[in-house]
Structures are given as structure tokens and as C-alpha cells.
């Protein structure tokens, strides 16, 4: 082959490589093979070691790395590198729209621009003449450092311009990254070669571009994603991203352009769902004024620009106040330590408590009351602790002493850790007997009242291990219920049909049913006509709690431990999925709301528990003294001397068992 003939051959190798190039990383489509393309990529490198004087900066062969740098030249940038400010709800995104409107004309319309926000290294690209020229990382803004040598390395980076029309200066900016795949690539090579794994595909990228070795830049999956035109400067923020795709630059492929904001919050919403599948990692979305005269014209403040935000999707990590150190016994009888926050979002949602596992798990974090923590969700759904900030540590903190957090939560109760245990345990209650303990409150007459569960039948049920939680009630059949010694088809039949009923009892039984420690009949009342549904008491934090005249300290620390136990929570859902729905009705609305009551003696129509839940069912108050709120002293046979003379003292009315009946 001649020289002639070599410089033809030459020409058309890269126009095809870099066609090749084009079509696999910007329109993410392959013409050929990769194995064919590194042939014809091997043949062009041939073909220029025999001609040298033919090799140009614009040819696929020049990304190879070249010598070790001494150090990054710095760079003063021709127009700022800017960042965006921050915002976190849909409240924030008007009030920027609105701050925005009052700065232009009153018949101005605004267009919106979005794209997905990539996590990686900001870089400016500069072409001269179609050729890239220099790369220049952020910095500060306004000066930043040449990193040429480096990013030649990255493949979907085109070297030369696509096109016919290109200007003489071209200026392309957006982010370094690395993509997910090949970022766990690179850790099971990693890992493979006996090395620590990277900590994420962000910092990794950054590390790469800021390597004096031209080298370990080439040996990382490093790509440039690009998301605004500099120079030249189009109408719009739209046609400079399909200009950028024109010269041969990947785009993220998730820009859009809408008319309304609404339309935007419904694109926040798409991209939060579909963010986990996409290729890059990302935390946000990025909202532009579209129209390029209107954003220029805004102008920058301080070193944002007025016309773009940055709408920042849920925290993976948050930090919040340790509040309290709460122990919850869980339906085997082991004691759980529960860390209380103030409330913060992490990935998504409300976080109020993380279990902390076991003694050992606070002692190894040196975890205390008024601490701040770093807390994060293991697999995007149980929160966690995962760090003490010590240097915010109160100084009047104390080291948690475990044991004497259970004599003071549990004094009526003995606790154990047998030998080689990490965890303590309620001494001489075996699971088995716990969950017959459970199923006997939840059935009895001050709960949800359920005839043929006494205490013989709850116990056949378990032990022939047809139940093995309280849901497990609502799962049984006849059939299953009559092969038992103690039922006949009748039996097992109204059984059925009795559990069957508790679906949509009211919310205070229910929540009396599930046995939390301190909450009687009445506290349950008051949770249920505060909360109005379980889900919402679920979510209550210790200060909703402590809002409530009748909840005290220790009753709101129970509360908050029964609903951060994995265990009480999965029941919970599996109760809802089984059809439990407790009916609330509002008290405002009911007769004796308002109303408190006192019951004395012996009733001839109905025991005093039952007396009780007819009052709570008509919104009344029931309490176990006599006081000046108290509306009444209903007397039965044999009153109590005490109470019916201290009713005459304070002027309180008492009242027969005919006019209680007749109250009801």
C-alpha cells in the first residue's frame, strides 16, 4: 500500500470508527460487532505506526494515555461553571417559579426544560475547529484544572466533531461518570484480585480524572455525559441538547420539555420511580427555564443561577437526635432496644425509631440519649444506625446502662441472657406461651370479645399448630377447627364466624386488643378518638404522643416500642391484608362525648366491663376515681362508701342502674 492509498484507507477507518462510536454511545445502537470494530481500530494503528506523519489529535488512536503529568495546569474559565441551588418539594419548586415571574414582563409564558441530574465529576469540553482542543475540571467556578490527557482516555468522548456545519470554538460541558454495570465490574475484579472494593462509582470517577497517570484514567469505564452548549448558544435549552447529540455527545436520553409546572411534578414523580433502573447513578432532577434569552437575562446570584434548580429526591442517609432508648418484648419473650428520633426523611419516608438490635449493638456504637446519629435504610427499607457524631455529644451524657433500663421499663418483669446469647430474655416465658397469652387478650371480653376463644380452645389451637400468630385466626377454617377434640362442625362454625365479625370493630377495641403494655381500655380510647385510624397511630411520634391528657411518659415510650418491633408491624399489615379494617366513628358526634363516668357496686344487667364499653361506645369517659370533671357516679348494688361520699362532697350526681340504663 502506498502512502496515498494508506492516507485514503486512514480517512475512511475513522470515519467508520467514529461512526461506530457515534451509534453504540449516542444512540445506543451497534452497526457492527465490538470484536470488528477493535479490528478495524488495530488496523488504523498499524496503518499510522508505518506512517506517523499521518497521525492527527482527532484520531481513535489518540486516546491512548500518554506520560505521567507532574501536575494540572490550571485553566480560568471563559464563562463561570455554575451550580444549582437545591430544592426539596413541590412547596419550594412554586415558590422558585413565582420569584421568578416577578422578574420578567407580565405576559411572559415559561417553558420548562428538565433532565434527569447525574452524580459524577462537572467537566467543560473545548473544540477548535471540530477537534477537541482542552478539558478543564469545575473548580471553583471560575478557575479549574487541565485534564486533558485524561479525558482523551474516555471513549464516548468524541475527539473530533460530527457534522458539517461546526462552528470554529465549541464548548460542551457535563459529568464524568461511571455507570452502575461497570462499576460492579470493576469491584469483583477488585475483589477477585484480593483489593478493597471502591466506595461508589462518583468518587471513583473523580479520583480517575484527578490521576497524574494518564494511565489509570484509561484502565477505568470512565463516560461523559453531556447536559448544556456553551458556545454556540441556541434558542432554547431543548435545541442545544439535540445540537450536542448532533456533534456526537450521549445525553442522558431523559430530557424533556413541558409547558405547565404540573406537568413537571408529574416527571418527578416518573423519574423517582424509574431513577433505581436507569444506568447512572443519580439524586435528582434539573428544572431550567427553557428559553435561552429569559435564562441569561435572570442572571446568576452569588453562584446560581436564577432560571434552574436542582429538585433533590429523598436522602439515602439523614442525621436526626437520638430522643430516648426504649426496650420492646417481642412475641418470643426477647428484649429489643428501639432508638426514638425526631422525625426525618431518609429514602423516601418518615423515619421516627431504628432498632438497635441488642446490647452489644450500643455498646460497640456507644450509642446515647440526646446523641446525634447518622442513620440510613439497610435495602432501601429498615432504618438503621450508622454512625454516632460523638463531637455533638450533650456533655452531661451518660454510657446506657441495659440492664438498668430493664428494672426501670419492666420493673414487674425478670430478664436473662443465656451463655453465649447476644440478646435478653424475659425469664420462665417460652413464645409458645406468649402467643397463647396474646390470643387470649385479643379474644377476651375487654378486647374484641370473641365467643368460644377462652383459654382451653386458644390453647388446642396452638398446640395442634393451626395458629401461629394472632393472623393466624383469621386464616382458619371449619374443617380445620372441627378435627379437634374440643369442636364439633357447630362449633367450629360459629368460631369462624365470630373472628369473622372482629374485621370492623371499632378502632379503640382493636387497639385494646393488641396488647400493649399500659394501654387499657381507655387509653385506647384516647388513641383511637386522637388518631382516628391504626396507620396514623403508627406514624405518631413521642411528641403526638405526650399531646394526649392521659399519656405520660412511659405510656407513650411502650406505644412507640410496640410499633418499631418488625414483628408488631408485619402482623399488623398481615391483619389489614387479611381484611381487619377497624371501624372509627368521630366522638364529636356521639352522645356522651365529653361525659365522664365512675361506676360503684354491683350491676344486676351486665358485669362492670361490659357496663364500661357500652359508655366508651357512646363517647363517654370512664375513670376509676371520683374528681370535679366527673359527670356522674353510677351506683349498683353495695356502692363503694368511699366514692359515693366523696361524690356528695363535690356536689357530683349519682345515679341508678335504671338511669344508666336508660343512658345507654
Not at 15 to 34: A, G
Not at 440 to 463: C, F, Q, R, T
Given at each position: ?9 486512514i ?15 449516542v444512540l445506543d ?32 488512536t489518540?486516546?491512548v494515555a ?12 471563559e464563562r463561570r461553571m ?16 413565582a ?12 417553558q ?21 482542543e ?8 471560575l478557575?479549574?484544572e ?13 475527539l ?30 477488585q475483589?477477585?484480585?484480593g483489593?478493597?472494593?471502591?466506595a461508589?462509582?462518583r ?22 455525559m453531556?447536559?448544556?452548549l ?23 436520553r431523559?430530557d ?7 406537568e413537571?411534578f ?14 447512572f ?5 434539573v ?20 432560571a ?21 418484648i417481642?412475641?418470643?419473650?426477647a428484649?429489643?432496644p ?6 426525618v426523611?431518609?429514602?423516601g419516608?418518615?423515619?421516627r425509631?431504628?432498632?438497635?438490635h ?8 456507644d ?27 450533650p456533655?452531661?451524657?451518660?454510657p446506657?446502662?441495659y ?11 425478670e ?22 397469652r ?18 382451653k ?6 398446640d395442634?399448630?393451626l ?5 393466624d385466626?383469621?386464616r382458619?377454617?371449619?374443617?380445620e377447627i ?18 369473622e365479625?372482629?374485621?370492623?370493630a ?27 385510624s ?5 406514624d405518631?411520634?413521642e411528641d ?6 392521659d399519656i405520660g ?6 406505644i ?29 358526634s356521639?352522645?356522651l ?11 344486676r ?8 364499653d ?5 363517647g363517654a369517659?370512664?375513670t376509676?376515681?371520683v374528681?370535679?370533671?366527673?359527670t ?15 361524690a ?6 349519682t345515679?341508678?342502674?335504671?338511669e344508666?340504663?336508660?343512658?345507654i
Amino acid at each position: 500500500m502506498t502512502k496515498d492509498e494508506a492516507e485514503k484507507r486512514i480517512l475512511k477507518l475513522r470515519e467508520l470508527i467514529n461512526d461506530y462510536r457515534y451509534h453504540y454511545h449516542v444512540l445506543d445502537e451497534s452497526t457492527m460487532s465490538e470484536a470488528a470494530a477493535d479490528s478495524l481500530k488495530h488496523e488504523l494503528s498499524q496503518l499510522e505506526e508505518k506512517y506517523p506523519d499521518l497521525i492527527t489529535p482527532d484520531s481513535p488512536t489518540q486516546r491512548v494515555a500518554g506520560k505521567p503529568l507532574d501536575k494540572f495546569e490550571k485553566v480560568a474559565h471563559e464563562r463561570r461553571m455554575i451550580s444549582l441551588s437545591d430544592v426539596f418539594s413541590e412547596t419550594e419548586i412554586r415558590e422558585w417559579v413565582a420569584r421568578n415571574y416577578k422578574l420578567v414582563p407580565n405576559d411572559t409564558k415559561f417553558q420548562f426544560f428538565t433532565d434527569i441530574k447525574m452524580d459524577g465529576l462537572a467537566m467543560s469540553l473545548h473544540y477548535r475547529n471540530g477537534v477537541l482542543e482542552q478539558a478543564v475540571t469545575r473548580g471553583d467556578g471560575l478557575v479549574g484544572e487541565d485534564v486533558t490527557m485524561n479525558v482523551r482516555t474516555i471513549e464516548n468522548i468524541p475527539l473530533k466533531l460530527r457534522g458539517e456545519d461546526i462552528p470554529e470554538v465549541v464548548e460542551a460541558r457535563g459529568e464524568v461518570v461511571i455507570f452502575k454495570e461497570d462499576f460492579n465490574k470493576l469491584n469483583e475484579e477488585q475483589e477477585k484480585r484480593g483489593e478493597k472494593p471502591f466506595a461508589n462509582p462518583r468518587n471513583l470517577a473523580a479520583g480517575s480524572i484527578r490521576q497524574l497517570d494518564p494511565k489509570v484514567a484509561a484502565s477505568r469505564p470512565l463516560r461523559f455525559m453531556a447536559y448544556d452548549l456553551v458556545t454556540p448558544v441556541e434558542e432554547n435549552h431543548k435545541k442545544s441538547y439535540e445540537r450536542l447529540r448532533e456533534f456526537g455527545f450521549q445525553t442522558s436520553r431523559q430530557d424533556k420539555v413541558f409547558d405547565n409546572i404540573e406537568e413537571v411534578f408529574a416527571e418527578i414523580k416518573r423519574l423517582g420511580e424509574a431513577r433505581e433502573g436507569l444506568p447512572f447513578g443519580t439524586d435528582g432532577m434539573v428544572i431550567k427555564i427553557n428559553d435561552r434569552k429569559i435564562y441569561d437575562e435572570l442572571g446568576i446570584v452569588g453562584k446560581t443561577p436564577r432560571a434552574a434548580v436542582a429538585f433533590k429526591y429523598p436522602a439515602e442517609e439523614s442525621t436526626t437526635r437520638v430522643k430516648d432508648i426504649v426496650i420492646q418484648i417481642g412475641r418470643t419473650g426477647a428484649a429489643t432496644p428501639v432508638a426514638i428520633f425526631d422525625p426525618v426523611e431518609v429514602a423516601g419516608s418518615t423515619v421516627r425509631h431504628a432498632t438497635l438490635h441488642n446490647a452489644d449493638e450500643i455498646a460497640r456504637l456507644d450509642l446515647r440519649v440526646g446523641d446525634t446519629v447518622i442513620i440510613y435504610k439497610a435495602g432501601d427499607i429498615i432504618p438503621q444506625v450508622k454512625k454516632v457524631l460523638t463531637t455533638l455529644r450533650p456533655e452531661d451524657s451518660e454510657p446506657f446502662d441495659y440492664e438498668k433500663a430493664l428494672r426501670e421499663q419492666y420493673p414487674d418483669l425478670e430478664f436473662e441472657r443465656p451463655e453465649g446469647e447476644v440478646v435478653y430474655r424475659v425469664k420462665g416465658l417460652t413464645s409458645d406461651l406468649i402467643l397463647k397469652r396474646s390470643i387470649e387478650y385479643y379474644a377476651s371480653k375487654s378486647a374484641l370479645n370473641i365467643d368460644g376463644l377462652g383459654e382451653k380452645n386458644v390453647v388446642a389451637l396452638v398446640d395442634s399448630g393451626l395458629v401461629h400468630s394472632i393472623s393466624d385466626l383469621y386464616r382458619l377454617k371449619v374443617s380445620e377447627i372441627a378435627s379437634l377434640e374440643r369442636f364439633a362442625e357447630l362449633s367450629a362454625k360459629n368460631l369462624v364466624e365470630a373472628i369473622e365479625a372482629t374485621k370492623t370493630a371499632p378502632l379503640a377495641k382493636f387497639i385494646t386488643a393488641l396488647g400493649i403494655r399500659h394501654v387499657g381500655a381507655q387509653t385506647a380510647v384516647s388513641l383511637a378518638n386522637n388518631f382516628g385510624s391504626i396507620e396514623r397511630l403508627i406514624d405518631a411520634t413521642e411528641d403526638d404522643l405526650l399531646k394526649i391528657n392521659d399519656i405520660g411518659k412511659v405510656v407513650a415510650e411502650s406505644i412507640l416500642a410496640y410499633f418499631s418491633d418488625e414483628d408488631n408491624l408485619k402482623q399488623l399489615e398481615e391483619l389489614k391484608e387479611l381484611g381487619v379494617n377497624p371501624t372509627f366513628e368521630d366522638p364529636n358526634s356521639l352522645p356522651l362525648n365529653g361525659k365522664s363516668y365512675i361506676i360503684t357496686g354491683t350491676l344486676r344487667s351486665m358485669g362492670r366491663e361490659e357496663a364500661e364499653d357500652k359508655l366508651r361506645e357512646k363517647g363517654a369517659t370512664i375513670t376509676s376515681s371520683v374528681t370535679k370533671t366527673t359527670t356522674a357516679l353510677i351506683a349498683g348494688e353495695k356502692p363503694g362508701k368511699g366514692k359515693t361520699v366523696k361524690a356528695e362532697k363535690l356536689g357530683i350526681p349519682t345515679i341508678s342502674e335504671d338511669e344508666f340504663l336508660k343512658l345507654i
